[in-house]
């Protein structure tokens, strides 16, 4: 177990990045493969790419190889930055993954496994195709460009919230919505693709049609209220 501090110089650019980077705690892997210790938080500082992270870490380190994220046993933050997609992202988190107010006009390079939440709000997307296979808790896409909610996880075991978008229908939804799916204020005109399961509240308000309670009950069991 290193601290990417070990390989700091003082050659090296005194920027905010490296500061953040430098602090980290990570382990080897295998030749060019890491895994990071703790939280890592990249917001707001500018980034147009994730890669930048990436051949920094090579830098620092004075690697020979490519350098790969694999898994962060924390969160990882990378918001308010210029991202355009999200290639260079660890393939693992078990905490957090925050991707919103970026300009990310694709979820390509996303992890594959997320332990707790996905947040990808304020964004340029018009769909998900990229995005984690596997989010422990909520996921949170609302304030995009949706037209297609393709790529969204089969089960997500908290929240669900893909609201102000320009969904006109649900396909691509998760199967399962362990606690509430959102999709008020969007220009639905139907639910067909809506999640099988919600188990908290079921929210389709403000949408080009106005649904009924008895609309959404012949197409998802929903074990909370019911906001049309």
């Known amino acids: ?7 700091y110089t003082a050659r090296s650019a005194n920027t905010e990045l490296v500061k953040r980077v430098s602090s980290l705690t990570f382990v080897e892997v295998d030749d060019g ?3 990071v210790v703790g939280d890592v938080n990249f917001n707001n500082l500018g980034l147009s790419s994730l890669l930048e ?6 830098k620092l380190a004075s690697s ?5 994220l694999r898994r962060v046993q924390g969160d990882f933050l990378c918001g308010g930055n210029i991202l355009k997609d999200l290639k260079g992202s660890p393939e693992r988190v078990e905490g957090d993954f925050e991707c919103s107010s970026n300009e990310l006009e694709t979820l390509e390079g996303a992890p594959k496994y997320v332990g707790k939440y996905f947040m990808c709000s304020n964004n340029n997307l018009t769909n998900l195709i990229g995005a984690p296979q ?8 609302q304030n995009n460009q949706l037209v297609s909610l393709e790529g969204a996880p089969r089960h997500v075991g908290g929240n669900f919230s893909c609201y102000d978008n320009n969904l006109r229908a649900l396909q691509g939804a998760p199967e399962y ?9 969007n220009a639905l005109v139907s639910l067909k693709g809506a999640p099988r399961y919600v188990g908290g509240y079921f ?9 009924t309670e008895e609309e959404v ?8 209220k019911i906001w049309v």
């Open 53 to 58: 992270v990436t051949n920094l870490l090579k």
């Open 134 to 141: 596997y989010v422990g808790e909520g996921f949170y896409c």
């Open 217 to 224: 009950k012949k197409l998802v069991d929903v074990r909370g």
């Open 33 to 35: 493969v890491y895994d």
């Open 177 to 185: 919505v362990g606690s509430d799916f959102d999709c008020s204020d």
């Open 64 to 68: 020979k190889v490519p350098i790969r």
């Open 1 to 7: 177990m290193k601290k990417l501090s070990d390989f």
């Open 203 to 211: 929210r389709c308000y403000r949408n080009s049609k106005r649904f």
